[in-house]
């Protein structure tokens, strides 16, 4: 699946700018869905190869989930390390234009860049990934449906403790450790319970308060059930009067 995306990818940024010479992926999520990598770094995609930079935390963790990557890794903290190692590949691929997400690199790392390397211009572009990440292939689509399954079958298992004195605290607690259970990696947000005259906070933050009888409940969650970081699963906005 990665292979595909990858030819999927540089399709679309031969179709951009045939002049660009190599891309940098520095949105983490972007860098996941090209990669496998759920860590720290970035990646180098050039024509015909893909390079790994991230430090000696992740050595193992890398060479596991990114076996189509080349890996460069660095000690933590050190300075100018991913220039260092940035440099090592851009010396003998002898690219000339490198691409980069503009809305993802902070303008102190596109200085420092383009400091570091004069003889190189770098082109920005936007939502090149995100574009194709629209289209879900068959590997989402099972997660999507995987993580759809887990927030509903987890919400039906909370409904089970909720009642009268019950805190919205202890619900968040309760679906968050429920969909782990489950197989969620994660929540895709921090999760929403708000009840009563509080339920009018949009994306108001568990508190103390009582679940009260009568009252408006609304929780509000989407589980994730990979590492891939699929943000639009299944949203569930449900209203529960208790009697």
Do not use: W
């Not at 189509?68 to 300075?79: M, Y």
């Not at 990934?129 to 629209?134: G, Y």
């Not at 997660?143 to 919205?168: C, H, N, W, Y």
């Amino acid at each position: 699946m990665i292979k595909e995306r990858l030819k999927i990818f540089r399709d679309k940024i031969g179709k951009e700018n045939k002049e660009i010479g190599g891309f940098l992926v520095t949105n983490l999520k972007n860098l996941n869905y090209l990669s496998g990598f759920d860590g720290e770094g970035f990646a180098l995609i050039t024509n015909n190869k893909n390079y790994l930079l991230t430090d000696s935390r992740y050595t193992e963790q890398a060479q596991k989930e990114s076996p189509d990557f080349n890996i460069l890794t660095d000690e933590p903290n050190k300075k100018n390390a991913r220039i260092l190692s940035l440099k090592k590949i851009l010396v003998k691929s002898k690219i000339k234009k490198i691409a980069f997400e503009c809305n993802n690199l902070s303008y102190a790392d596109f200085k420092k860049y383009s400091e570091s390397f004069e003889s190189i211009e770098f082109l920005p572009t936007e939502n090149i990934v995100e574009q194709i990440r629209m289209i879900k292939d068959k590997e989402e689509i099972i997660k999507i449906k995987k993580a759809a399954q887990i927030t509903t079958e987890s919400l039906k298992d909370v409904f089970e403790m909720i009642e009268p004195g019950v805190r919205e605290l202890d619900i968040a607690s309760e679906l968050a450790y429920t969909m782990r259970k489950k197989g969620a990696q994660k929540e895709s947000f921090d999760i929403i319970v708000v009840s009563g005259e509080r339920s009018s906070l949009i994306h108001g933050k568990p508190s103390e308060k009582k679940i009260v009888e009568g009252e408006l409940f609304v929780p509000y969650f989407l589980a994730n059930s990979t590492a891939s970081l699929i943000d639009t699963l299944l949203g569930i906005f449900f209203k529960y009067n208790i009697s």
